[in-house]
């Protein structure tokens, strides 16, 4: 059973440029999550979805979005970067929101921002 | 607001040395609780949870017990190896949702 798929591992941009980050969950998982970690702030909750629909979100700014498929892939996408958007952008699904279910968690996108 | 705070790394042992790593939470609700640990280079992985108080988690020689009355999930394993030298992070999550808030992850070392 193929894990969590992160696309791409590894991203550079620059200030003011845009990203799309790219999230495929395990199968049959429909609610996925996403984190910044950074050597900074540590790890940081940014959104979760569900059945298409974002359930929560965490405490950054509005350049930061996501939307979920109705396939349950997920995307994020960071409008407008700044240096201080520099992580690794960890994505994770489950079957379904609980605190009972285990979240799976993929290797990360690595963004650079120059 | 909800809260984890685990103790400052690097933790740094001989092999074959008993190890805990202490994690302390603040939380509304009775949040279920979970350790992860991270390789370098990958993503996390879940080490072991507990979803109630007295809860045991384990897993691969590792345990943790959920202890309401010093709200603390404080992690241990009896004889440490070189290959689980990694980041470890405690985590809690709010019931019905996903939502994971961790504390900032203990380094750990470990020495043949």
């Known amino acids: 059973k193929a894990g969590v798929t992160q696309t791409p591992r590894y991203l550079i941009k620059t200030r003011g440029q845009q990203v799309t980050l790219s999230c495929s969950p395990i199968?049959?998982?429909?609610?996925v999550s996403w984190y910044q970690q950074t050597p900074g702030q540590g790890l940081q909750f940014l959104f979760e979805?569900?059945?298409?629909?974002?359930?929560n979100k965490g405490n950054f700014p509005g350049r930061f979005s996501g939307r979920q498929f109705s396939n349950s892939r997920s995307e994020m996408n960071v409008s407008t970067l700044e240096l201080g958007d520099s992580a690794l952008y960890l994505c994770?699904?489950?079957?379904?929101?609980?605190?009972?279910?285990?979240?799976?968690f993929g290797d990360g996108t690595r963004l650079s921002i120059l | 607001g909800d809260s984890v705070t685990q103790m400052e790394g690097p933790v740094t042992l001989s092999e074959e040395a008993f190890l805990t790593i202490n994690c302390t939470y603040t939380?509304?609700?009775?949040?279920?609780l979970f350790w992860y640990v991270q390789y370098p280079g990958e993503g996390l992985q879940l080490l072991l949870k507990?979803?109630?108080?007295?809860d045991k988690g384990s897993n691969k020689g590792f345990e943790a017990t959920y202890r309401k009355e010093t709200t603390s999930f404080h992690l241990e394993k009896g004889s440490v190896q070189v290959s689980d030298s990694a980041v470890y992070f405690c985590?809690?999550?709010?019931?019905?949702?996903?939502?994971?808030?961790f504390g900032t992850g203990t380094r750990l070392q470990v020495f043949p």
């Open positions: 985590a809690l999550s709010v019931r019905n949702t996903d939502k994971l808030i």
């Open positions: 979805y569900f059945s298409e629909t974002q359930r």
């Open positions: 507990a979803t109630k108080a007295d």
């Open positions: 939380a509304t609700g009775y949040p279920s």
């Open positions: 199968s049959g998982h429909r609610s």
């Open positions: 994770a699904s489950s079957l379904a929101p609980s605190s009972n279910q285990p979240q799976h």
